[in-house]
């Protein structure tokens, strides 16, 4: 049992106080977006030795991961983040394991660099993550049903202001099942030129002001996608993924809540803290809200665009254990733990505030601690809040 040192991520969207906040330090006023726990390459954490975590598993992986984690998986299996959400995040999906590991070795084939812009897949793994908020949390996930999208764009083309939407609405209105109908939505939005998809935007923008401006009760369901259209907006002005955004499903979660979301969700977070816990991955193929490279063939070939209802869990006690139908990962809420824990393999915890001892091992908030499988159980007491990572038995 070991603490940990952990990279945070400085990516443009992030906050610039909670990640701060949470680890004790005084915020530098940059970004801060992603806290990494685990072994990924691209940032893995370290020992207080200094080797990193990813050589210490690779050196004895059945000691690291339990003899059942190593032979299956080979390496840590999951990946541990504190998000914090400062402004929105791309519109994006992940990749099944077998298109990750496809992906994967036609770029290496074409020689692509691990490295370059335009690299879609970084590694051969898929990536289904599951988010709890520590924070009340916005995001998109998901397409929405159909009838809403096609109640949402009738309104906005119907008062003139976003008459570059018409085509849009027409198709949404095709006859066909649900899930084709969004596949040629999508395929129409990210495939116009970039003239087209700017037009689109900003009519979109002046659609959903003029229906927040009408005081009709046709747009009472709609107000909160409406709201956040123009702050996507101003954090990606002329951007077609704040069109894309209106035809998925606006999700709010409070603080303990979560959602889990496999492959193929199209999704964007919009603001908020989380601990996030996903594949080892870092596969993410973009549809818009970014400057960065979008693949639209590549994205059209991976995305799910069935509607779903999204399953937010609501944790039932305190101490509650989230689902993750996935064999990678399980995540943990304990507050104010006494009692022993077993060791099934890997473990990763985060301490989000208070002090706990860990069978003599004392952890403090904002600190990663690292559990080998060898450890095999330990106890806890104290008064804390503890965000445990593990791979379920």
Known sequence: MELLACTVQEYAWGDTNSIPHLLGQEPDGSPKAELWMGAHPRASSRLSSGESLGELIASDPEVALGATAAQRFGQLPFLFKVLAAGEPLSIQSHPTLAQAEAGFARENEAGVPIDAPHRVYRDANHKPELIAALTPFHGKCGFRPLAESRRLFSLLVSGGEARALARLTEILFEPGDDRNVYQNAIAYLLGAPDS???????????GAEALMASDSEAVTGFLLDLEWTGRIAASFPGDIG??????????????????????????????????????????????????????????????????????????????????????EFALDRIVDPDGSFPVTGPEILFI??????????????????????????????????????????
């Open 196 to 206: 087209q998809e700017e037009e689109m935007a900003i009519a979109t923008v002046a």
């Open 242 to 327: 704040v069109t894309v955004a209106l035809l998925l499903n606006h999700v709010v979660l409070e603080p303990g809540q979560a959602m889990f979301l496999d492959a193929g969700n199209l999704h964007a977070y919009l603001s908020g803290v989380g601990m996030e816990l996903m594949a080892n991955s870092d596969n993410v193929v973009r549809g818009g809200l970014t400057p960065k490279h979008r693949d639209v063939a590549e994205l059209l070939a991976i995305v799910n665009c069935s509607p779903i209802e999204v399953p937010v869990q609501q944790p039932l006690s305190e101490t509650w254990s989230y689902e993750a139908p996935v064999a």
């Open 352 to 393: 989000q505030n208070g002090s706990v001892d860990l069978s003599g091992f004392r952890a403090n908030a904002g600190e990663v601690v690292w559990i080998p499988a060898s450890q095999e159980a330990y106890s806890a007491q104290g008064e804390a809040t503890i965000w445990r990572a593990r791979v379920p038995a």
